[in-house]
């Protein structure tokens, strides 16, 4: 043991540190309330300097508000519940977990991975390229993917003898990497594209755009987070947390019997029955589940869209009571109630979290803090006067600790949109091409970042298989992926940049 030691590199001493200081800081619920405090004294300092920012679509001047006044305690003490109630992670991920958390109880969910990777047992690469896939692809039901497949993975994992906690953060690896990169078109596409278009309505130059147009590069970057996922996992990711044996690990699934077969064939049809039902809705040119107003399919008013968590809960929900009934997991109404309650209590610490970070998520907006200094720090990036491939660096580098605080793609990016879409048709380049450099600095840290909600969920998930599982080892060990993105992703730019490669259908590199 001592002798490896000695052969460790110097980026695994990197990690140890990282891993040694991290799993020292106190619990997730205690940070959030430290961080929260230091929030309100640090708007107490800006607002004593006055600091501001001109918002770039409104010409709004933007101040720092002072928490430590009436103001922000008033602000405390009114909206602490409601803001609780109202943050957007906690809704989706109960509901979410009713699906998936009957569906895992019922036995479903580990008998369907075990039957399905029958075929490739043995071959964990294409086990891992497997898992990486379905991460991507499931960024098309949006947010929902952090929640639905790293419990997945952990079951992957652990169905071909392999640390759970390894596929865990693999697949949420994954999902993240989706941002910069998937197969579909998403409504991630569909929400950055309406802010892009009002930025280049800004600049006053003529550029045609889509969502389409940055999916050549969005494919390519499908290659890369495959080629890093599979790499970063089994040289370090594996490494890192150790064998199976180190971590708790309970119901192993055996062979498949005769009744799980006949229960899956039932589930498989309940859930098809599911989809037929939604491609009802959404076929007709007048579906039900399309926009009243547009009729499209991908819209935000469309019933499809606004109802997609309970879609996707139902697609868990159903086919795992069938598979219960069937088999005799679940007999009766008691015992599914029993195992939606099991669920829930398994996600008793996020919800006592969710409170403190839905507390902090809100002081922060409150006080104007990160919005004011996003713009500052885009306005001096502009001004910068580097060339194009440094600036497209800086701003990818620029986005990255900004969001940590900022999580939301499309909040950000309505921020930015307006300063830098301009800044580079001005220079010559097409949209596309700075909306692909926005998508993969808000790609990269969402790898790793505690600050967003589905990571702490995680973390949650972690410890049903390692009880002592720390926020420092979460990171530590999967600060890599977003390391080996983000240098990835880069090259490919620069690839791009250099070859003048178009991003995507009606998304050139250069405006015409």
Request: charged letters at 10%; a positive charge; aromatic letters at 10%.
């Amino acid at each position: 043991m001592a002798q490896a030691k000695l052969k460790k590199s110097k980026f695994d001493k990197f990690l140890d540190k990282i891993e040694e200081i991290g799993n020292k800081l106190p619990e997730a619920f205690m940070i959030f309330l430290y961080l929260g405090v230091f929030m309100m004294v640090l708007s107490l300092v800006a607002s004593l300097f006055k600091m501001s920012a001109v918002h770039p679509v409104t010409g709004e001047t933007l101040v720092v508000q002072n928490l430590i006044s009436v103001f922000g305690l008033t602000k405390i003490l009114t909206s602490a519940v409601s803001g609780f109630t109202g943050f957007a992670p906690l809704g989706v991920v109960l509901v979410c977990m009713l699906g998936v958390g009957l569906c895992e109880k019922s036995g479903l969910l580990q008998i369907a991975i075990k039957h399905g990777l029958g075929n490739v047992k043995g071959s964990p690469i294409k086990i891992i390229v497997i898992l990486i896939m379905l991460s991507i692809l499931s960024m098309a039901a949006g947010d929902s993917g952090f929640i639905v497949m790293p419990p997945l993975g952990a079951l992957i994992f652990l169905s071909i003898g392999r640390n759970p906690l390894a596929g865990m953060m693999l697949a949420y690896a994954s999902v993240a990497g989706a941002f910069g990169g998937n197969f579909i078109p998403t409504s991630l596409d569909m929400l950055l594209i309406g802010f892009t278009e009002n930025a280049v309505q800004i600049s006053g130059l003529p550029a045609e755009t889509n969502p389409m147009m940055n999916y050549y590069f969005q494919l390519a970057s499908t290659v890369l987070v495959t080629g890093v996922g599979v790499w970063v996992t089994l040289k370090f990711v594996e490494p890192r947390l150790g064998k199976l044996e180190n971590v708790q690990v309970e119901g192993r699934i055996e062979e498949v019997t005769d009744i799980q077969r006949k229960g899956m064939k039932a589930a498989g049809i309940s859930l098809l029955v599911l989809l037929a039902l939604v491609v009802a809705g959404t076929a007709p040119s007048h579906g039900i589940l399309r926009d009243p107003e547009t009729f499209k399919i991908i819209s935000s008013k469309a019933p499809l869209m606004q109802g997609l968590v309970v879609l996707i809960t139902l697609a868990f929900f159903i086919p795992g009571m069938v598979f219960g009934r069937i088999t005799g997991t679940i007999k009766d109404s008691r015992a599914m109630v029993k195992a939606l309650n099991q669920s829930m209590s398994e996600m008793g610490g996020y919800i006592a979290l969710t409170f403190m970070m839905a507390l902090f998520s809100n002081i922060f907006a409150w006080s104007n803090m990160g919005i004011v200094l996003a713009i500052k720090g885009a306005n001096a990036l502009q001004a910068s006067g580097f060339p194009i491939p440094v600036v497209m660096i800086l701003l990818i580098l620029f986005i990255i600790p900004l969001d940590v605080f900022l999580a939301s793609s499309s909040g950000k990016w309505a921020i930015f949109a307006p300063i830098f879409v301009p800044m580079f048709m001005f220079l010559g380049f097409h949209p596309a091409f700075t909306q692909m450099v926005y998508r993969i600095g808000d790609a990269v840290i969402n790898v790793c970042t505690p600050l967003l909600a589905y990571y702490i969920m995680m973390l949650e998930l972690g410890r049903k298989y390692d009880k002592n599982l720390g926020l420092g080892t979460m990171v530590a060990t999967m600060l890599p992926y977003s390391i080996f993105y983000m240098v990835g992703w880069i090259a490919l730019l620069l690839i791009w940049y250099f070859t003048k490669l178009p991003l995507g259908p009606g998304g050139p590199l250069l405006l015409p």
